[in-house]
């Protein structure tokens, strides 16, 4: 049975850090992609970053310059009050190295961790 869960969540000032974690039972890295998603409140599940099976990682353009990832971890910089929300991370069975980014293509998901940026 696959299992996922969110650790290392925060409240930060703006312009802080936070490193999120994400553990994982079940899988195997070589053929699943893991993927990062939050939601704020009053809004829908929006994508964060993601790795494919083959490392291959992309990032919304929210995230671009500010965060980056392992297979297991998420990490915040320069955080903003609008990245206020519950993250999420997911896993997707992935045999083609393809990393992707709409939330109902991954099966597998953590219960979320909360982050607040106060500005």
């Known amino acids: 049975e696959v299992q996922l869960w969110e650790s290392g969540g925060n409240s930060v000032q703006a312009g802080g850090s936070v490193r999120l974690f994400c553990g994982v039972s079940?899988?195997?890295?070589?053929?699943?992609?893991i993927g990062w998603f939050r939601q704020a409140p009053g809004k829908g599940r929006e994508f964060v970053s993601c790795?494919?099976?083959?490392?291959d990682k992309k990032f919304a353009d929210s995230a671009k310059g500010r965060f980056t990832m392992g297979r297991t971890f998420l990490q915040m910089n320069n955080l903003k009050a609008d990245d206020t929300a519950v993250y999420y991370c997911?896993?997707?069975?992935?045999?083609?190295?393809?990393?992707?980014?709409?939330?109902?293509?991954?099966?597998?998901w953590g219960h979320g961790t909360q982050v607040t940026v106060s500005s």
């Open positions: 997911a896993a997707r069975a992935d045999y083609s190295g393809r990393c992707l980014i709409q939330p109902n293509e991954y099966a597998y």
């Open positions: 790795i494919s099976s083959t490392s």
């Open positions: 079940g899988l195997s890295f070589e053929d699943y992609s």
